[in-house]
């Protein structure tokens, strides 16, 4: 499109192109100039990858912290009989009635499974259990009282939502009082979300210094290119064709350092692998390391990429602009 | 092709550069612009390239005003017209051939028809054997006949030259003066600024005269001489 000279063809320049084709020569035209850019950086080696590792550190810091907050989370989510009920039935009641009661207990919605303790059961196991068995001849009665254990279903696990459900079992008539250990229960769970929220913090500090970095890197070769943007910019090249390259490096800055994070958290996770099996172990636990799947790779991979995008063009907005060519 | 009303251009500071400065430059003209240094010719130019804005009146080429031309057109003002500088400006990372090809890049041509065109232009300027070359191994000469072949590459229909002879010998400088000529036979209009004196009286083509920043060379009297 010839702006001053109406008449003036192009001469096969992609003006008189259609719509479609246009489009075409576009998308390849963009595919080029980032074919191209990966060529730059690979001019400049040691420059290059000394940003794709500050960048690949900056993304593994998150990610690791996220995998952290992973595993605890599976860990804790073993603890699901953590909120187990203990009902405490009425003395005068007879077996009869508490195996209504039982019944009726397991058709609420909220309850996963109900088991009935007697107190001759509960003494039977307290004996083995505790060591006292001799002893425990010597009481005229049995102390110990008849017992529901309710187990709730995965939505009523949480303590609140436990705590709900403890209210609504002990209005049962045949319930003395409930009992519900969730003190404990609760602290992991405000353990867990100050994890995650410092999780949330650092990674967004340090996805901050990621665009910044990216910004940087860009903007010194936007620096040092001065000249060459200056010349195009005399031929009559748009904006956009001079932004683009840089766009670019940065776009591949977020992939490599992106890809470099994720390597790095597998090979952490690898290292760990034996010293975690040993701990758990010793535990009894069959627990395994989780890494990051597929899914979170490609995550992590268009977060880089977005961040790389953003550095990228915050700088090539507010410095290319300057760059004119009678600024000799 | 080019016309000027009482265009007057005062940089920031104060400096008046251009002063109701008024003149028209035929389609298919060349002429010379000249003047001491500083009289404003760069200034002039700039003008006609969109690098500055003038502060008062109008510029028009082919009958467009500048004025009314928004800043994200100006790449497109400038693909019309092929400009030429005293220090050649080719980039030195590339080889002469992607120096001259750099116009037909940003517009997006063919690449088959950028090699055919590239070519093509070299060989006006006599450098198609250079085609491989980095500018540095160049002589001034030939780096400046580069610039000159990356300016015509597209045909733009207007040439504009800042001091294209100024660091060339004579014999040099009238074998580029030359290509100019033949330029323009082919159509082309070529405004060239220089301070080279000699060389103009040599030749017989219009020339303007500036002096700090006003146009004293009534035209249609150089035409007489």
């Not at chain 1, 009992?179 to 995650?196: G, H, M, P």
């Not at chain 1, 410092?198 to 040092?224: K, P, Q, Y």
Request: proline letters at 3%; one cysteine or more.
């Amino acid at each position: 499109m010839s702006l001053l000279f109406k008449s003036r063809n192009s001469q096969g320049g992609s003006n008189n192109r259609n719509g479609i084709s246009a489009l075409y020569f576009s998308l390849l035209n963009f595919i080029r100039q980032g074919i191209n850019s990966l060529g730059e950086m690979w001019r400049t080696p040691i420059a290059s990858l000394m940003t794709i590792l500050v960048l690949g550190l900056s993304l593994t810091l998150p990610a690791t912290l996220y995998v952290v907050v992973k595993n605890v989370q599976q860990v804790s989510s073993g603890f699901s009989d953590a909120a187990e009920i203990s009902l405490f039935v009425k003395e005068e009641l007879n077996d009869a009635q508490t195996q209504t009661l039982v019944k009726r207990l397991a058709l609420y919605p909220e309850i996963e499974s109900v088991s009935y303790i007697s107190k001759s059961q509960a003494l039977k196991e307290f004996k083995q259990v505790s060591g006292f068995g001799q002893a425990l001849d010597y009481l005229d009665e049995n102390p110990l009282p008849n017992v529901v254990l309710v187990t709730p279903t995965v939505r009523y696990r949480k303590p609140q939502a436990a705590q709900q459900l403890l209210t609504k079992l002990e209005a049962e008539r045949e319930v003395e009082f409930g009992k519900l250990d969730i003190a404990w229960l609760e602290r992991l769970n405000a353990l867990l979300s100050l994890l995650k929220e410092s999780v949330f913090t650092v990674g967004l500090l340090l996805l901050s210094a990621v665009i910044l970095i990216i910004g940087n890197t860009i903007r010194l070769s936007i620096m040092d290119k001065k000249e060459e943007i200056q010349v195009l910019k005399l031929v009559g090249a748009t904006n956009a064709f001079i932004h683009t390259p840089f766009i670019w490096t940065g776009i591949w800055y977020g992939v490599i350092g992106g890809f470099v994070a994720f390597m790095s958290v597998v090979m952490m996770l690898w290292w760990l692998e034996s010293a975690v099996a040993m701990v758990a172990g010793v535990y009894q636990s069959n627990f395994v390391l989780t890494g990051l799947n597929g899914n979170e790779l490609l995550i992590l991979l268009s977060l880089a990429i977005g961040l790389g995008f953003s550095g990228s063009y915050i700088s090539v907005r507010k410095y290319i602009k300057d760059i004119e060519p009678d600024k000799v | 092709m080019i016309r000027f009303e009482n265009v007057s251009k005062t940089y920031p500071g104060g400096h008046r550069a251009l002063e109701k400065v008024s003149f028209e430059l035929a389609d298919g003209e060349l002429a010379f612009l000249t003047g001491h240094s500083g009289a404003g010719k760069s200034t002039l130019l700039k003008l006609i390239s969109v690098m500055e804005r003038p502060s008062a009146g109008h510029v028009y080429i082919n009958g467009v005003n500048l004025n009314v031309v928004k800043n994200r057109q100006i790449p497109y003002v400038r693909r019309d017209i092929g400009i030429i500088f005293q220090n050649h400006r080719l980039l030195d990372r590339y080889n002469v051939f992607d120096n001259v090809a750099l116009p037909l890049v940003i517009e997006g041509m063919h690449h088959k028809n950028i090699t055919k065109r590239v070519h093509a232009a070299l060989d006006k300027v006599g450098l198609l054997n250079k085609v491989k070359c980095q500018p540095s191994t160049l002589s001034g000469g030939e780096q400046q006949r580069v610039g000159i072949a990356r300016a015509i590459v597209n045909s733009p229909p207007l040439l504009l030259a800042d001091e294209p002879t100024g660091n060339l010998d004579p014999e040099l400088s009238m074998e580029i003066l030359k290509l100019f000529e033949d330029f323009n036979r082919h159509g082309t209009a070529v405004l060239i600024a220089t301070h080279d004196l000699g060389l103009i009286a040599r030749m017989k083509y219009k020339s303007l005269t500036l002096d700090h920043g006003r146009l004293i060379t009534d035209l249609l009297a150089q035409e007489v001489l």
